[in-house]
């Protein structure tokens, strides 16, 4: 069983920065490529970043240059660095584990706030 914990969410000012953090517990952590998701007010919930286990990234063109998606695996967490931060970036931030025939597993979500 895989659990995500995130943290690091607040409210910030546009122009600031905030680093999300995702504590993940469980055997095959390892293994599972990692990524961020975000759900703003009345929006569907969409990818922000991807890392895969081997350490390759991908970010959604909106983000690109301004956040860093990173792992540590000795620390069994994921980072999500955001700067210059936009209004536009206010969303429940959601962290995501998955892996074929592993399973796909989802934290709780942190609040990130950008006020203008």
């Known amino acids: 069983q895989v659990q995500l914990v995130e943290s690091g969410g607040g409210l910030v000012q546009a122009g600031g920065s905030l680093r999300l953090s995702c504590l993940a517990s469980?055997?095959?952590?390892?293994?599972?490529?990692m990524g961020w998701y975000r759900q703003g007010p009345g929006k569907q919930r969409e990818l922000v970043a991807t890392?895969?286990?081997?350490?390759?990234?991908n970010y959604a063109d909106s983000v690109k240059g301004r956040f860093t998606i990173s792992r540590d695996n000795a620390k069994n967490t994921v980072y999500l660095q955001m700067n210059s931060l936009k209004p536009e970036d206010t969303a429940v931030y959601y962290c995501?584990?998955?892996?074929?025939?592993?399973?796909?597993?989802w934290g709780q979500g942190t609040q990130v706030t950008v006020s203008s």
């Open positions: 890392i895969t286990a081997g350490g390759s990234t």
């Open positions: 469980g055997s095959i952590v390892r293994a599972l490529d």
């Open positions: 995501n584990g998955n892996r074929r025939f592993l399973g796909t597993y």
